[in-house]
């Protein structure tokens, strides 16, 4: 069994800036690619950012600038910081990764969700 477990969000205003935290665990052979989704009320989920073995972190256009990605592979952890939040950054934010299981399954796996809300 993989899990991932998700941490940080929260509620914080206009401006300001959250860290969340994604850790995969249990029969992992390789963590292949970590990524973050997010979904908005009413709106279908959407890429934000995604790291590949190749360590480098492809961003959506909308938080380009504003979001860094980072992994650290030994740990099988994944870190997004959000700076410069706006309310149109409000929704449930999703850790995904694609895993290599120790008994060589290939299988995509999803965090429980975390909600982040930007407001005055």
């Known amino acids: 069994q993989v899990q991932l477990v998700e941490s940080g969000g929260g509620l914080v205003q206009p401006g300001g800036s959250q860290r969340l935290s994604c850790v995969a665990s249990g029969s992992i052979f390789n963590v292949l690619k970590m990524s973050w989704f997010r979904q908005a009320p009413g709106k279908e989920r959407e890429l934000v950012a995604s790291?590949?073995?190749?360590?480098?972190?492809e961003y959506a256009d909308s938080v380009k600038g504003r979001f860094i990605m980072s992994r650290d592979f030994a740990a099988n952890k994944a870190v997004l910081q959000m700076n410069n939040l706006t309310p149109e950054d409000t929704a449930v934010y999703y850790c995904?990764?694609?895993?290599?299981?120790?008994?060589?399954?290939?299988?995509?796996?999803w965090g429980q969700g975390t909600q982040v809300t930007v407001s005055p």
């Open positions: 790291i590949s073995n190749d360590g480098i972190a």
């Open positions: 995904h990764a694609n895993i290599l299981t120790e008994t060589w399954m290939r299988d995509a796996y």
